[in-house]
């Protein structure tokens, strides 16, 4: 599955961006990961493509929400009260996963071994 992603900026805390992920092909869940200067890349969200079921990494739950439109193929994160420790290269991929366990091991996956891995878009958050 080839996949597209944009939305990514410069953004001051506390503010908002859009994510979106274009698809062609299938897969049953999609997501996102992202990896900050000097940091592991780390699983954020994901969302089934099927019943629309979702994961959210810890650190996102409340601010960040993942939603499809499976009319366009298009996955989206919306991304408020942005932080700091948010700024990261935030790549879309599929195959995704539902658990934090899940999560943490295709997180250390090569993107080769993905079905699919976007180009990444860079979010930066800073006043």
């Known amino acids: 599955v080839q996949l597209q992603a944009s939305g990514g900026g410069l953004v001051k805390p506390g503010g908002s961006l859009r994510l979106s992920c274009a698809a062609s092909?299938?897969?049953?869940?999609i997501g996102w990961f992202r990896q900050a200067p000097g940091k592991e890349r780390e699983g954020v969200s994901c969302?089934?493509?099927?019943?629309?079921?979702?994961y959210y990494t810890d650190s996102v739950k409340g601010r960040f929400t993942i939603s499809r439109d499976n009319a366009k193929n298009t996955i989206y994160l919306q991304m408020n009260s942005l932080k700091p420790e948010d700024t990261a290269v935030y790549y879309c991929?599929?195959?995704?996963?539902?658990?934090?366990?899940?999560?943490?091991?295709?997180?250390?996956?090569?993107?080769?071994?993905?079905?699919?891995w976007g180009q990444g878009t860079q979010v930066t958050v800073s006043s």
């Open positions: 991929a599929a195959p995704c996963s539902f658990s934090a366990q899940a999560m943490g091991v295709m997180s250390k996956v090569a993107p080769a071994e993905f079905d699919g």
């Open positions: 092909g299938f897969s049953y869940a």
């Open positions: 969302i089934s493509t099927d019943d629309g079921t979702t």
